[in-house]
């Protein structure tokens, strides 16, 4: 599958557009990260605990919208985005979405 931030893909051509192909998943904290994230605030620096947890969610969107894209038969997905929502205190929603579509 080819993702693409852009709307067409340099070397490919659009033959057929699908629609928008979306994925999401919903992350909480974690109160062992919350500790350590509250210690780091104290002296500064990376909360890497936070970079990971992002790092795997973004990717499980992505999979995920991968996934439906390919349900469409689109063999790309261009324009992908990537949004954040507040769903609950202490959880948020992750959301991948573009446009599914098929090129050679």
């Known amino acids: 599958m080819i993702l693409s931030n852009t709307e067409t893909i340099p070397g490919k051509t659009v033959l057929e557009i699908y629609g928008v192909a979306s994925g999401s998943t919903v992350r909480a904290k974690h109160v062992g990260r ?3 994230a509250g210690l780091k605030n104290l002296v ?3 909360l890497k605990g936070y ?3 992002l790092q795997d969610a973004r990717q499980e969107a992505v999979d995920r919208m991968i996934a439906q894209a390919e349900s469409m038969g689109a063999n790309a997905v261009v324009n992908v985005r990537f949004s954040t ?3 609950a205190q202490g959880a948020a929603e992750l959301f991948a979405y573009g446009t599914a579509v098929r090129v050679e």
């Open 34 to 36: 919350d500790f350590m």
């Open 44 to 46: 500064g620096g990376e």
């Open 51 to 53: 970079t990971e947890l």
């Open 85 to 87: 929502s507040s769903i």
